[in-house]
């Protein structure tokens, strides 16, 4: 499940960006990129509110960010359960 949701983030950014470029069918272009750039402005607000979970990855600190950015709680909630224990 956590991979489909992860693909599904994926595909929005992905579609949100080509929809800058190309019109998109049905006019979703305006909608993916008000969607993606809520995503991202949700998960920003998770980075600041995670941030303990978020430092534990074990790469570098810059890789942790931007997974957090682009997956949220897919990201740092199973390092936080990790650490729970």
């Not at 305006?30 to 995670?50: D, F």
């Not at 570098?60 to 997974?67: G, H, M, N, Q, T």
Request: with cysteine; aromatic share 10%.
């Amino acid at each position: 499940m956590s991979t489909f949701l992860k693909a599904s983030c994926l595909a929005i950014y992905l579609l949100a960006v080509i929809g800058g470029f190309v019109a998109l069918p049905f006019g979703l272009s305006s909608a993916l990129q008000n969607i993606a750039a809520i995503l991202l402005g949700l998960h920003a607000l998770e980075l600041a509110i995670a941030w303990r979970s978020v430092v534990r990855h074990a790469g570098p600190l810059v890789d942790s960010i931007a997974l957090t950015l682009l997956f949220g709680f897919l990201h740092w909630l199973p390092l936080a359960k990790r650490d729970s224990r």
